[in-house]
T-cell receptor
Framework: QKEVEQNSGPLSVPEGAIASLNCTYS??????FFWYRQYSGKSPELIMS????GDKEDGRFTAQLNKASQYVSLLIRDSQPSDSATYLC??????????FGKGTMLLVSP | DAGVIQSPRHEVTEMGQEVTLRCKPI?????LFWYRQTMMRGLELLIY????????DSGMPEDRFSAKMPNASFSTLKIQPSEPRDSAVYFC?????????????FGEGSRLTVL
């Protein structure tokens, strides 16, 4: 079983819609969860972090965590073409490592 | 302030040749990471350093790979001899607090093609 799983996509949404990106993880002792955004040909950059169950909002982005279901998601409201990128879910199982999923490609059409 | 600087940005070499990738972390960051990204395997941690000391190299594929950090502002990842399956984008990243905050600052990457 893969440690961090994401649908590879692409997820296509029209401009202005809500994009929902999902991630599941296998290790129940995972403590911290992160979303990175990676534009094509560029490096990953951290956009959201979440540590406890529930929702965390930052501008148009909302991260949701459900540790019982081992599930973390990222919602992007009012999606813009500039949001088109690959979104990587990352899970911290302690201080020793950060494991990345393969990412979901998001395409926002004008 | 300058970010993480990697060189070369692109490298094309032939099987069997030695490849050296270089990285300058952000000044003041005590942690340095080397990752490899491929379509098949995603982003994989190869090795990371804390205060110039290698902490975990369990991700290094085999003895052909080696990494050094002679000082706080410079690290190298060497592949000798290189093989076609080593073709990937190699990212260097640095951080203040390791994996704790999850905030790693990545360089632009070195795209390696081994023919």
């Amino acid at each position: 079983q893969k440690e961090v799983e994401q649908n590879s996509g692409p997820l296509s949404v029209p401009e202005g819609a809500i994009a929902s990106l999902n991630c599941t993880y296998s290790d129940r002792v995972s403590q911290s969860f992160f979303w990175y955004r990676q534009y094509s040909g560029k490096s990953p950059e951290l956009i959201m972090s979440i540590y406890s169950n529930g929702d965390k909002e930052d501008g148009r982005f909302t991260a949701q965590l459900n540790k019982a279901s081992q599930y973390v998601s990222l919602l992007i409201r009012d999606s813009q073409p500039s949001d088109s990128a690959t979104y990587l879910c990352a899970v911290n199982r302690g201080y020793s490592t950060l494991t990345f999923g393969k990412g979901t490609m998001l395409l926002v059409s004008p | 302030d300058a970010g993480v600087i990697q060189s070369p940005r692109h490298e094309v070499t032939e099987m069997g040749q030695e490849v050296t990738l270089r990285c300058k972390p952000i000044s003041g960051h005590d942690y340095l990471f080397w990752y490899r990204q491929t379509m098949m395997r995603g982003l994989e941690l190869l090795i990371y350093f804390n205060n110039n000391v290698p902490i975990d190299d369990s991700g290094m594929p085999e003895d052909r790979f080696s990494a050094k950090m002679p000082n706080a502002s410079f690290s190298t990842l060497k592949i000798q001899p290189s093989e076609p399956r080593d073709s990937a984008v190699y990212f260097c990243a640095s951080s203040l607090q390791g994996f704790n905050t999850g905030e790693l600052f990545f360089g632009e990457g070195s795209r390696l093609t081994v023919l």
